[in-house]
């Protein structure tokens, strides 16, 4: 099992900066995949940005551009930093992992922290 505690979630002004935290524990032997998904009040849950097999970096081009995603494969933690943030941007962050091997969305090794809010103000 592995469990993901996210931190820096808030309120921003449209234009500022936030950067969130993910710290992963627990059996972290072999880790596929970590990133950032959001949920928008009404929306469903959408890709922010992720970190594939180290290094292969994708965003959502909503993000591109302001946001910016890092690992820290040593300490197994990930951040997001979010700037030039916009009211769209409010919404409710999740930090994923996804272990090695044949991993179906919500299966086992497909882990979800508790999620971070951030709010981002006009």
């Known amino acids: 099992q592995v469990r993901l505690v996210e931190s820096g979630g808030g309120l921003a002004q449209a234009g500022g900066s936030l950067r969130l935290s993910c710290a992963a524990s627990?059996?972290?032997?072999?880790?596929?995949?970590m990133g950032w998904y959001r949920q928008a009040p009404g929306k469903e849950r959408e890709m922010v940005a992720t970190?594939?097999?180290?290094?292969?970096?994708n965003y959502a081009q909503s993000v591109k551009g302001r946001f910016t995603i890092s690992r820290d494969y040593a300490k197994n933690t990930v951040d997001l930093q979010m700037s030039g943030l916009k009211p769209e941007d409010t919404g409710v962050y999740y930090c994923?992992?996804?272990?090695?091997?044949?991993?179906?969305?919500?299966?086992?090794?497909?882990?979800w922290g508790k999620g971070t809010l951030v709010t981002a103000s006009s």
């Open positions: 994923n992992l996804v272990g090695c091997g044949v991993v179906t969305a919500g299966g086992p090794g497909d882990y």
């Open positions: 627990g059996d972290t032997r072999c880790i596929a995949a």
């Open positions: 970190d594939v097999n180290r290094g292969n970096i």
